[in-house]
């Protein structure tokens, strides 16, 4: 109820940030839409879960307090819970699945939990944390079916149509639908004809499955970790199935284009999960053209090797960098004119490679393969044209995957 809702904002406030919802004026460019982020990956641990964390700490007694907490996380209701049991002297232990990203283990652990790796996925990690606090007498803290921890999580539409009371959509990620469910019901209850769109991961399409009476089908892996669960439960379906118009599915490629339009035009750091309600709206332009749409960026908890292959790879999917295939007569200063070639007309060699055994190339020829960049697609033509003009055999390679 939107009472609970307003009751969570009071408990949370002056420990959970009040993050700014910003017009995002290029990206609604982009977007055909009027696009408004609230920027939830601004919070000390950089994801939104910490507003329901707090919330639901904050309602423990005494003896519960005494007892200590556990809970199962793949990092960012992980963190939250960590931080906010340390600050209020309650002591955490966290179950994640094994391949969480080595930056949310560790920043669990720096806010004091003990960590627990156990499971390859969240449900595995879920049925050992429960026998952890049966056997150890803990606190379960569930990341999203709680009704505090929904309550906390409205906390967001809150903030966000006060700030923006016009709105006509509210779009969030949806894993096991905590955030959505606490959006939908402050955000319905202030203003009925709002639209609340959820978003997930095609391979985690458990709310969608759900929605439609349909077994759920998941393929392992996808960027969007933190949304990486398998079912909701009756709690969370029950208030999406009431409140919610649609779920959009999103997949791993629009996932990393929004991560990269984040940072290359907002300049801010998205993870996977985080970027899905943009990648939504992208995925489905008409659907909110023209509309003012409010986007939830609901953390930023991604690895830097990953995040940099994420930016790396956006390049090559929109023709800036790309490698060529180029034959040549395999003699001195042959590699010195390709390579003058490339400068001259403005372009950039990251890699060189000789293919002298496995070519098709007669036995004084080789190919060489170049990993080129360039200002944009039309460039990277015109460097591939002057390689041409100057005698060389040349195929763009990956052609079918980039933007050329």
Do not use: W
């Amino acid at each position: 109820m939107l009472a609970d809702v307003r009751a969570a904002a009071q408990t949370i406030r002056g420990a959970v940030e009040e993050t700014p919802l910003r017009h995002a004026v290029a990206l609604s460019r982009l977007s055909g839409a009027e696009l408004y982020i609230k920027f939830e990956n601004r919070q000390f641990t950089s994801s939104f879960k910490e507003r329901g964390a707090l919330n639901k700490l904050a309602g423990l007694s005494e003896a519960e307090r005494r007892r200590g907490v556990i809970a199962m996380s793949a990092g960012n209701h992980a963190q939250a819970v960590a931080y906010h049991a340390s600050r209020l002297g309650i002591a955490a232990t966290i179950v994640m699945p094994c391949d969480t990203p080595e930056v949310k283990v560790s920043s669990t652990r720096a806010h004091g939990a003990t960590v627990v790796l156990e499971g390859e996925t969240l449900m595995e990690a879920s049925e050992h944390a429960h026998r952890l606090a049966e056997r150890e007498g803990l606190v379960f803290v569930h990341p999203y079916e709680d009704p505090a921890i929904i309550a906390g999580q409205g906390t967001v539409a809150l903030e966000m149509l006060a700030a923006r009371p016009d709105l006509d959509v509210i779009v969030a990620p949806v894993g096991g639908g905590g955030l959505i469910s606490g959006i939908a019901i402050a955000a319905k209850a202030l203003k009925p004809d709002i639209e609340i769109v959820g978003v997930q991961a095609d391979r985690y399409p458990g709310v969608a499955c759900a929605l439609r009476g349909e077994p759920v089908t998941i393929q392992a892996g996808t960027i969007a970790e933190g949304i990486a669960v398998k079912q909701p439960g009756p709690i969370t379906l029950s208030v999406i199935r009431d409140l919610v118009h649609d779920i959009v599915l999103v997949s791993e490629v629009q996932l990393e284009r929004a991560i990269a339009l984040y940072v290359g035009v907002e300049k801010t750091v998205a993870e996977g999960a985080g970027a899905a309600s943009l990648a939504g709206v992208l995925a489905q332009p008409e659907r909110f053209h023209g509309r003012k749409v409010g986007i939830v960026l609901s953390g930023a908890n991604i690895d830097t090797r990953l995040l940099s292959s994420v930016l790396m790879r956006d390049l090559v999917h929109q023709g800036r960098i790309a490698r060529l295939r180029v034959g040549i007569p395999d003699r001195p200063g042959v590699l010195a004119a390709v390579a003058g070639a490339v400068g001259d007309a403005g372009g950039n060699i990251l890699e060189v490679h000789h293919n002298r055994l496995f070519s098709h190339a007669q036995a004084k020829e080789t190919d060489l393969e170049l990993v080129v960049e360039a200002r944009d697609p039309a460039h990277m033509r015109a460097i591939v044209e002057a390689l041409i003009a100057e005698g060389f055999r040349v195929r763009l390679l990956d052609a079918e995957n980039t933007d050329l």
